[in-house]
């Protein structure tokens, strides 16, 4: 299922490049400065495709080595797909996206609702798999999942503090359309609301800093997901102003700009730290007991004979 959920996001990935000028559009696209395709069509993916997309190929590995953090892993990848794939079942029925015919939305609409349900299912498996699984696993290593839980929440905060300035500029029921995507304009058929998208990544973020400050093996995989999706956030966010020429003029800059860009390479500089510290071995992890290429472990005998042997022994 979890190859399912990666197949559908390739497919519209694939069909983007198809339908692209060039390639590099596409990665404009999801920096969020798009071109016109080539067809008369609209554009299908964003930024998250190719990052829940990867995530689900390395879940699905994890569930094909039987590692003990299988229902960790496949519960991070089907929660966080279920925040990104919900908004397009009520928004692809607008008038916010020119071109996209209803063919387009009629499959764009399939795929999120497949996605919903197989997220659904593997939350369901998940916790079904979820026993002695924590007994299995290491804890995390206490200076790593100190850093961690820093920079996740410090992240958490700075977009929950973007959303109280959204609330206090637009007005709260602007603000919450906004949020659900009343009348907003897309630019692709998959695509969230923006400020439902920034509350999806303040919110990951905020439960990972909870998890990482316990110390909870169960936090790894959600982490290193919830790490990549602000890694790639702040790394688009910033190609986008650097191809606007914000950061070279950094100085001239109204100061909520500056804000714009300190809080996108804060993002991806703690999204890549934070993956580079949970990439480390957890401390304790639970090592095979038992025989290992022939040999027994420290502190290991081999069991006695028994006291009666058979005949001819």
């Known amino acids: 299922m979890c190859l399912l959920l990666a197949l559908l996001g390739a497919g ?3 069909r983007d490049i198809i339908v692209a000028q060039r390639p590099v559009d596409v990665w404009w696209l999801w920096a969020g400065v798009p071109s016109r395709p080539e067809s008369a069509g609209a554009w299908a993916t964003t930024l998250w495709e190719p990052v829940l997309g990867t995530g689900c190929l390395i879940a699905a590995v994890v569930v094909l ?3 003990p953090s299988v229902p960790y892993a496949v519960s991070a990848v089907a929660g966080v797909t279920l ?3 919900a908004p397009p079942l009520w928004n692809l029925g607008a008038d916010g996206l020119p071109g996209a015919g209803a063919g387009a939305r009629g499959w764009a609409l399939i795929t999120a609702g497949v996605a919903l349900v197989v997220s659904v299912l593997l939350l369901i498996a998940a916790s079904a798999g979820r026993g002695g699984a924590d007994r299995r696993e290491g804890r995390l290593r206490r200076a790593p999942a100190g850093v961690v839980a820093v920079l996740l929440a410090g992240s958490g905060l700075i977009l929950v503090a973007w959303q109280v300035y959204s609330v206090r500029e637009l007005g709260w029921s602007t603000y919450w359309g906004s949020v659900v995507g009343d009348g907003d304009a897309y630019r692709a058929l998959l695509q969230p609301p923006g400020n439902w998208t920034l509350l999806s990544l303040a ?3 905020l439960v990972s800093a909870v998890g990482a400050a316990r110390r909870a ?3 790894r995989p959600l982490g290193l997901l919830t790490a990549a999706l602000l890694l790639a956030h702040g790394a688009a966010a910033l190609a986008a102003e650097q191809r606007a020429g914000l950061i070279s003029h950094f100085r001239a800059l109204a100061p909520r700009t500056q804000l714009d860009v ?3 390479a804060f993002a991806a500089l703690a999204g890549l ?3 580079l510290a949970l990439a480390r071995p957890a401390a304790g992890a639970a090592a095979p007991r038992g025989p290992v290429g022939g040999q027994l472990p ?3 005998a081999p069991p006695p004979p028994p006291a009666d042997l058979p005949p001819n022994w």
């Open 217 to 219: 093996p169960s936090m």
């Open 298 to 300: 420290p502190g290991y």
């Open 83 to 85: 925040l990104f794939r």
């Open 262 to 264: 300190a809080t996108a």
């Open 273 to 275: 730290v934070v993956l």
């Open 12 to 14: 519209w990935i694939t």
């Open 203 to 205: 919110l990951l973020s």
């Open 65 to 67: 080595r039987r590692s």
